[in-house]
């Protein structure tokens, strides 16, 4: 039986849900992402783990409400998420950069991509799986996608329309696009606000 490992940029998944208005059910998103994959596939594909990177909101010193409301929002969301079959949640940690020149704060996240990297080329590299699945928009994994090609891994890469560099897209054996209609197909439904 074939193994897919699914690796997920949290943050960048929001960001393509928020532009198309769309709230991910996450129990029903690997399912997709093995589902396209499978399509490619000949044997019966079984998802390995699915991994999830992100970070928990910064909080100031002194902590506003509205930073800890998000701060244990998210966290929720993090121990719920551990609660579904085989995923895993990989936290890096936001650091307040400063202010733009239009007075905006900025922030960076530490750490992220580093553990998917990580946890990418690993199981690449000792053979646990023979497909893996990438969702991200970062093209500081290009090294990681040639290194799991050269070991018989087939790399698939889920991107959003507007995120990447032609190098990274080349890289991957299959590439699938993460518009409005595939989020659809996941969509879970909001609860109704009084």
């Known amino acids: 039986m074939a193994r897919l490992a699914i ?3 949290g943050g960048y998944l929001s960001t393509l849900a928020q532009q198309a208005d769309v ?26 783990r699915t991994y999830y990177y992100d970070c928990l909101p910064y909080k100031s ?17 993090f121990e719920w998420l551990e609660e579904l079959p085989r995923y895993v949640v ?27 990297g990580l946890d990418f080329t690993q199981l690449c590299t000792k053979r646990q799986i023979t497909h ?35 190098e990274i897209r080349r890289a991957a054996d299959e590439r699938v696009e993460i518009d409005r209609a595939f989020l659809q197909r996941v969509e879970r439904k909001r ?4």
Do not use: C, M
């Open 7 to 9: 690796f997920i940029d």
């Open 23 to 48: 709230w991910v059910d996450f129990e029903k998103f690997p399912h997709l992402v093995r589902d396209t994959v499978a399509i490619g596939t000949e044997e019966p594909l079984d998802i390995s």
């Open 61 to 77: 010193r002194p902590t506003t409400n509205e930073e800890n409301r998000r701060y244990e929002k998210k966290h929720q969301f």
């Open 90 to 116: 990989r936290q890096g940690q936001l650091k307040y950069r400063g202010l733009s020149s239009e007075g905006k704060k900025i922030f960076e996240q530490k750490g992220v991509d580093l553990l998917l």
């Open 132 to 166: 893996a699945a990438v969702v991200t928009g970062d093209s500081d994994f290009l090294p990681a996608i040639e290194l799991a090609r050269s070991e018989g891994i087939q790399v698939w890469l889920f991107y959003g329309s507007q995120s990447f560099a032609n």
């Open 191 to 194: 609860r109704a606000t009084r």
